[in-house]
């Protein structure tokens, strides 16, 4: 056992509060030539969090194309090629034929 670290605590740049860097995580962080996080265990996976969100929202556009739905003849859109020889819905209208089970 390494004796050359003392836990600390650090305070976490997001929520102000007081977090322990444990003598265990200080020698990892060591190790991985890491420096001392400035965020807490629950500031950091909010974070992680956050970045999968934005990485999941501005992700590659879906193509979508211009179709008027078979149904109540609406503009609309679909993220397929229209195909003639089958109906397009629009979200409405596929809806209401999902539940009552046209489709
Ligand atoms: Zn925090
Ligand atoms: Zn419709």
């Known amino acids: ?8 605590e650090l ?10 860097f444990s003598s265990e995580e200080q ?9 001392a996080p400035k965020r807490c265990a629950s500031c950091r996976s909010k974070n ?13 556009q879906q193509t979508r194309y211009d179709a ?7 503009d609309t859109t679909v993220p397929f ?4 020889d089958k109906p397009i819905y629009c979200p409405d209208c596929y809806k209401k034929l999902k539940e009552n089970g046209s489709i």
Do not use: H, L, V, W
């Open 1 to 8: 056992m390494n004796t050359n670290y003392k836990n600390i």
């Open 11 to 20: 305070q976490c740049a997001d929520c102000g509060c007081d977090f322990e």
């Open 27 to 35: 020698e990892f962080y060591n190790e991985k030539g890491f420096s």
């Open 48 to 60: 992680r969090q956050r970045k999968n969100d934005r990485r999941g929202g501005t992700g590659r």
């Open 68 to 74: 008027t739905c078979s149904d109540c003849g609406i």
């Open 81 to 84: 090629k229209p195909n003639q």
